[in-house]
């Protein structure tokens, strides 16, 4: 794995030194307790951006390569959420949506459903067939981060969960999402390749803005 992070220098700024005395300010041990902090974060972001695009990448190719029909309920019900949540950021003041057709739009998040149900059915269909089950441990975890969400008021999600057992069934979803995922990418052919953090932000920011679209993955089929 390559932390190759560039750091661009920032002029007319103060940067205070830093040494131990500036580690223990922050609640260190000492100046490597501080370092190895900085290099874990640094990690943990580079992990995250990476895993964020392979998935990319991954979901573009089935949604290229993989073609069957979708439920027309599943995918009515797909829309009708998506487009509601488009006409609130509509009544919002989203700009991107300003001006824009409401036929133009319809057809674009219409795909975009298409595309939801699609790779849900597919994932749900990997997990099935490849027996991908769910430990106590993994939903406890959900839970917690569940809870991590509402700082103060994580017993309350705590009871809500003790007192309402269907729901954890909402948190299994994303789990089984991502066991599908970890195990088509274990059988995929990835060519891999070293990056930056700073360009894995800068692609990542650049899809998030719509500004650019991922390339397709030029590779077999999964």
Known sequence: ???DVTVHEVHHLHVPEID????KELGFKDLEA???????????????????????????????????DV???????EFDAIWKQVEDAKKAGDPSLKDRPEAELKKEYEAIAKR???????????GRANNLQISREELSAAVMSQARNF???EEKV??????????????????LEEKAVDF?????????????????????EEEASGDGKAKKAKSKKA
């Open 158 to 175: 705590f009871e809500f969960y003790r007192k309402n057992p269907a729901q954890i069934d909402e948190l299994k979803g994303p789990i």
């Open 20 to 23: 131990e005395k500036l580690a």
């Open 116 to 126: 939801r149900v699609k790779l849900g059915i597919l994932l749900s269909e990997v």
């Open 151 to 153: 700082p103060g008021e």
């Open 34 to 68: 501080l370092k190895g902090a900085v290099r874990q974060q640094v990690g943990f972001e580079y992990e995250r951006l990476a895993r964020g695009k392979a998935k990319k990448q991954l979901f573009d190719l089935l949604d290229e390569e993989v073609k069957f």
């Open 1 to 3: 794995m390559v932390f």
């Open 71 to 77: 439920p027309p309920k599943m995918l009515e019900l």
């Open 184 to 204: 088509i990418l274990s059988k995929a052919k990835r060519n891999k390749k070293p990056i930056t953090l700073e360009a894995l932000r800068s692609e990542d």
